[in-house]
C-alpha cells in the first residue's frame, strides 16, 4: 500500500454500511438510485457486489485467430469504410494493423460509430473471428480505443456483473472500477494478523480489487478463496460464539422414574444400533451441566420420531414439561397423534396447540402449560406466541429445522433460557453444509434404517398411462396390503387441493367398491383425522386417498404402494419425502410417480427419483438443481447474507474455516464481533454478547 493508501482511515464492515453511496463525490444521485436498484445501498454493498462471472479477454495474436473463436486484438486503425445491405443493415468496417497483420472489425447498426473511428488512433476489439474474403474479421462485442493502460472492457480479464436495463453492463463496470480503486484501500481487515501469516492470506484492499478487476486467473482465484475463507471464518466464529454462551446455561437432569426405559421396551420392534447411540448421546447431554444442543438428522423412516419422544419422556421423568414444534399445523397433528396414544398408556399429559383451535380450548390449554397442568405440549409457531408460558419447561424439541430460523429457536429458548434444544430434520444434507447450517449444535445422525426394510422401487409413467398405476393397486390389494394415492396441489389453495383429494377418492371408491377408500386432507378437523389414520392403521381402509399431509409422520407397515400424481407439482425433497411413506414394513415398498413434466427441472427431479433410492444423494441432486436456498430455507440460518460463498464452489473452504473458528475463538474482540453483527444479522438475532 502507497504512503496515500496509509493515511487513510480504514473501516470495518459496519462502518462501510454507514457511508451510502449517494454520499460518494464520484456517483451522481441518478446513478446511485440505479445501484439502489441493484441493492448497492452504501460502500460494503458496492465493494461486496461481487461479478457473476468473467471473460477472458487479454490480447489474442492476429497471426493465431481461427474461425469460430472469441479474441481479442489490439492495433491500430488503417481504414474505416461504411455500407448498408438491402434490408437497411448499416455495416461498420474497421481495417487495423498489428503487429502481425492486418484484421477487420465489424459492426451491425451502429453508424454513429465513424465519429470516433478515426484513422491512426489505437484500439482494442474483442468478438467472435470470422473468415472474410481478405483474412480474418471479428464481429466485435465490446471494444475501446486509445492506448489507455487501465483498460476495463478490453484487453483483460473482464467482469461481468448483474445490471439493469437502466444500467448497462458497461456503465456499470466503468463505475464499480473506478469506485472499487479508490475506495477498497478503506476496508479494514480484521482477521487475526497470525491467522493471515499462517495461511498466506492476500491483503484485504488486494483481494477486493482483484476480484474486481483480476491481473490474471490464478490472483482471480486467490482474492476470491481469501474473501469466501473471511465470509464463512467469521460466521462460524459467530455460531462459535453461540455456542460457548449456550453451553455456560446447562442444568442436570435426573429421571425420578424410569418412564423413558419404559417408553422403550414397550416399543413393538427393537431399536437399531445408530438409534441406540443417538439415544445415549441424548441421554449423557440432559444428564450434564452442559446444556443439550443437538441436531439429529436422517432419512426418511430411520426413527426419528421415537428418539424425540425418548428424549420428551426423559425430561418429564426429570420433572420438566417437554415442547414439540413442528412447521405446519398438519405436521404437528401428526405429532400428536403419534404422541397422544403412548402419553395415556404411560399417564403423560399431552396436548396440542396450533392456530386453528377453539378460543376456549386455547384459553384451557394456556392456563394448564401455565399451571403444570401439561407434560408435553405439541404445537406450531403458535407456541412463539407471547401468551405461552411455560411451568417447567426443560426441553425443547424442533422438528423440520431446515424450515425454521434461529430467530424461531431463539424467541422459543427465550421463553425458559436454560432448556435442552433437541433438533430434527429429514432432509438429508451433506455433511459440509451441515457443519454451515448448524455449526452451533451437536451433530447426530441416524444412519440405519430398521432391520427387514425391502426398500422402495419407484417408476414413473405419463398421465395418459394412468391406468396401470391403478392395475398394480388392484394386484396389492388383492395381496392384502394398503396403499396411498397422493393428489398434488394444483393451486396454491388449501381449498382446491382438499377438493381434488374428495374428486379422486369418489373416483377411486367407484373403481374399486370391494375395498375401503378412506380420505384425508387439511381441512379435516383433527378428530377426524384421528379416525381416518386409525382405520388406516387397522387395516379397515385400504386405499388412502390424501394430499401432501402424509408426508411426515405417518407410519403404516403394511403399506406398500404410494401413487403420487401430478409429480410435476412437487419438489423433489417432498417427493422423496412422500415415497418413505412406504417400504416399512416386511413386503417391498413401491412408489409410482404420474405426471406431464414439461421441463428440464421437473424431468430431472422424476430421473433423480427413479435412480437414488438414497435421502443423501437425492439431496445433493436437489441442492443441484434447486440450489440451497429454497432447499434450506438459508434465508433464515445466515446463509442468505453472503456475499462471496457459494456453497457449492466453496466447500472445500467449510471444514477449514470451522477449524481455524475454534483455534482462534479467543481473539475475538468487540470489533469482529460488530463485524459479525453487520454481517451476518439473520444468524446472530437476539444473541448477547
Known sequence: MNSRAASIKLLTASELGNVPVNSLPQLGEARAKLLGKLGVGNLFDLLYYLPRRYEDRRISRADQLKPGDNATIKGVIAKVETSSTRRGLTIVRAEFRTGQGAVTAIWFNQPFLTRSLRRGLSITVTGKVECGLFGSEIAVADYELGDAQDAIHVGRIVPFYSATEDLSQRTLRRIMYKLVKQYAPWAKDLLPERLRAELQLPPLAESLMQVHFPSDLEVLKRARERLAFEELFLFQLGLRTIQNTIQLQGVVRRPQSDLSDLFVRSLSFDLTPAQKRVLGEIRKDLSSDRRMYRLVQGDVGCGKTVVALYALFYAVAAGYQGALMAPTEVLAEQHYLGLQGWAERLGVRAAALTGSIARREREECLEA?????????????????????????????????????????????????????????????????????????????????????????????????????????????????????????????????????????????????????????????????????????????????ATTVIEVGIDVANASLIIIEGVERFGLSQLHQLRGRVGRGEAPGYCILIGSPQTGEARDRVKTLVKHQDGFKVAEQDLAIRGPGELMGIKQHGLSDFRVVDIFQDAYLMEKSRAYAYKFTGQINAEILQEIRYRFPSLIYGLKF
Open 369 to 545: 402449560l401455565k399451571n403444570g397442568g401439561i407434560d408435553i405440549i405439541v404445537g406450531t409457531h403458535a407456541l412463539l406466541e407471547k401468551e405461552v408460558v411455560f411451568d417447567n419447561l426443560g426441553l425443547i424439541v424442533i422438528d423440520e429445522q431446515h424450515r425454521f430460523g434461529v430467530r424461531q429457536r431463539d424467541i422459543l429458548q427465550s421463553k425458559a433460557p436454560q432448556a435442552d434444544v433437541l433438533v430434527m430434520t429429514a432432509t438429508p444434507i451433506p455433511r459440509s453444509l451441515t457443519l454451515t447450517l448448524y455449526g452451533d449444535l451437536d451433530l447426530s445422525v441416524i444412519d440405519q434404517l430398521p432391520p427387514g426394510r425391502q426398500g422402495v422401487k419407484t417408476y414413473f409413467l405419463p398421465s395418459a398411462e394412468k391406468q396401470r398405476a391403478y392395475q398394480f393397486l388392484r394386484k396389492e390389494l388383492a395381496a392384502g396390503r394398503q396403499a396411498y394415492v397422493v393428489c398434488s396441489l394444483i393451486e396454491e389453495s388449501e381449498k382446491l387441493e382438499a377438493e381434488a383429494a374428495v374428486n379422486r377418492a369418489a373416483e377411486l371408491q367407484e373403481e374399486f367398491p370391494e375395498y375401503h377408500v378412506g380420505l384425508l386432507h387439511g381441512r379435516l378437523k383433527i378428530e377426524e383425522k384421528a379416525r381416518v389414520m386409525e382405520g388406516f392403521r387397522g387395516g379397515t381402509i385400504q386405499v388412502l386417498v
